[in-house]
């Protein structure tokens, strides 16, 4: 079959690999029908050193069950399944708490033979916990929104729920990528009243406008938190979800918290150290989020995709076919396309 590979910064390449078998019980077969690049991709596809031996990369995908391991229940060949993030057999400690990203007996994709996302099929491990069935066919139009069950929508969500949003709270949401606009969404769907919109790119805070943002900040830096707190009444807002992962980012963040506030972050962070010192303390304020466990919201998220009243799938402006993955790639590190849907 044909699968997406990583060498290096700058090097994906889409070629072709052994056909994934079951190898325990516990497994699937899924053929993808569609799947997408994460904000997390471009990562390693900025920075990795260049080597000999490529990895299999893409962790977000959806698609139809071939076949399934004796001891897979509740599967069966043709169901349609989302797959979260991370695969997790669901029923350990820390997945009945709710943190399938702790598994004790789960991994990520595209590591450990494990196959990638992006790709023609995958071998999943733990198919029973893994997977989730989606009560749609093979082509449905709402493909796109149900892909965002993955990864991008629950991370938006968790980000929102750890920093405890709920009816009338005023929010500031750093970043204008998918990740932000999916925490303005998740936001709004929670409740909040006031919800201001941090990022520069007019097509994307169009959309998040769309999704549920009052207000958009374009300025960055000193000038962007004065602008939110002019939005504010001089105070910042009592959540803020920062969903870039940079040092600036989570600098902004603790600059436009209310005292007594909350800072939730689920950018992947590119940084070591955050700035929590005694300005941060004398002000009260509390960081949280992290890396979402997509599982425990997929299936609480699911209905209101399924009735339409939300659509998630608009953070796709762009869709390639497997072979034109590396272009995805470009694109989105270009800043030329937000989110890209691959269709293998
Ligand atoms: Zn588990």
Request: hydrophobic share 40%; with cysteine; net charge negative.
């Amino acid at each position: 079959m044909r699968a997406t590979m990583i060498y290096g910064a700058g090097d994906v390449r889409v070629e072709t690999v052994p056909d994934p078998v079951l190898h325990e019980p516990t497994d699937a077969l899924v053929r993808v029908l569609r799947s997408c690049v994460c904000g997390s991709d471009l990562w390693p596809y900025r920075s990795r050193p260049a080597g000999e031996q490529g990895d299999r990369i893409g962790h977000e995908f959806l698609g139809v069950v071939e076949d399934v391991g004796t001891d897979v229940g509740g599967l069966r060949r043709g169901d349609v399944v989302v797959a979260p993030f991370v695969w997790a057999d669901n029923t350990c400690d820390f997945c009945r708490e709710g943190l399938q990203t702790s598994c004790r007996h789960g991994g990520q994709w595209g590591a450990d033979g494990v196959d990638g996302g992006q790709g023609e099929a995958v071998r999943v491990p733990q198919a029973a916990g893994t997977l989730v069935k989606l009560p749609v066919g093979e082509d449905d139009e709402l493909l796109p929104s149900l892909l965002t069950l993955s990864d991008v929508f629950p991370t938006g969500h968790h980000c929102a729920v750890t920093a405890g949003v709920g009816p009338g709270t005023t929010v500031t949401v750093i970043g204008d990528g998918a990740v932000g606009l999916m925490a303005v969404l998740a936001a709004r769907r929670l409740g909040a009243e006031q919800i201001v919109l941090m990022g520069r790119h007019e097509q994307r805070t169009d959309l998040g406008r769309d999704f549920g943002a009052t207000d958009v900040v374009a300025e960055r830096g000193d000038e962007g938190v004065e602008r939110v707190r002019e939005l504010t009444g001089g105070d910042g807002t009592r959540v803020v979800l920062e969903c870039v992962g940079t040092e600036q980012a989570i600098a902004t963040a603790f600059a436009v918290a209310r005292d007594g506030g909350t800072v939730s972050r689920v950018g992947a962070p590119q940084y070591e150290k955050v700035p929590m010192g005694f300005g941060e303390f004398f002000r009260n304020l509390t960081l949280t989020g992290g890396v979402a466990p997509a599982r425990a919201y997929i299936e609480e998220l699911m209905p209101e995709i399924l009735d339409g009243t939300l659509r998630p799938g608009r953070v796709f402006d762009r869709t390639v076919g497997l072979e034109q993955v590396p272009d995805g790639y470009r694109a989105m590190n270009d800043r030329t396309a937000l989110k890209v849907l691959v269709r293998p």
